[in-house]
Nanobody, 122 residues
Framework: QVQLVESGGGLVQAGGSLRLSCAASGRTNGNYAMGWFRQVPGKEREFVASISCTGTYTYYTDSVKGRFTISRDNAKNTVYLQMNSLKPEDTAVYYC???????????????WGQGTQVTVSS
């Protein structure tokens, strides 16, 4: 089992920045593809970004390209989502996800965190 804990969410004004972190613990001795998703009440969870096991490949949904950057530090078992030029429509609960090996950018993923709230005020 792998446990994922997100942090770094909060309230920020439009145009501001936040960096989300996702720390993995448990059976992390394998190679895991990681992803970030987000969800607003009443809507389905939406893919945001993903990164391959070694960090070589990254993928983004169109609405965040050029503004968000996903990265990882395998020595710390942590994946990050740097979010710049935030917009009110980025407001959501952001979830971290992981799966062993290779998966398409949008999943499926086997492990999920509890989420962290990001609120962007206009």
């Amino acid at each position: 089992q792998v446990q994922l804990v997100e942090s770094g969410g909060g309230l920020v004004q439009a145009g501001g920045s936040l960096r989300l972190s996702c720390a993995a613990s448990g059976r992390t001795n394998g190679n895991y593809a990681m992803g970030w998703f987000r969800q607003v009440p009443g809507k389905e969870r939406e893919f945001v970004a993903s990164i391959s096991c070694t960090g070589t490949y990254t993928y983004y949904t169109d609405s965040v390209k050029g503004r968000f950057t996903i990265s990882r530090d395998n020595a710390k078992n942590t994946v990050y989502l740097q979010m710049n030029s935030l917009k009110p429509e980025d407001t959501a609960v952001y979830y971290c996800a992981a799966t062993r090996g290779i998966t398409p950018p949008r999943g499926p993923y086997d492990y999920w965190g509890q989420g962290t709230q990001v609120t962007v005020s206009s």
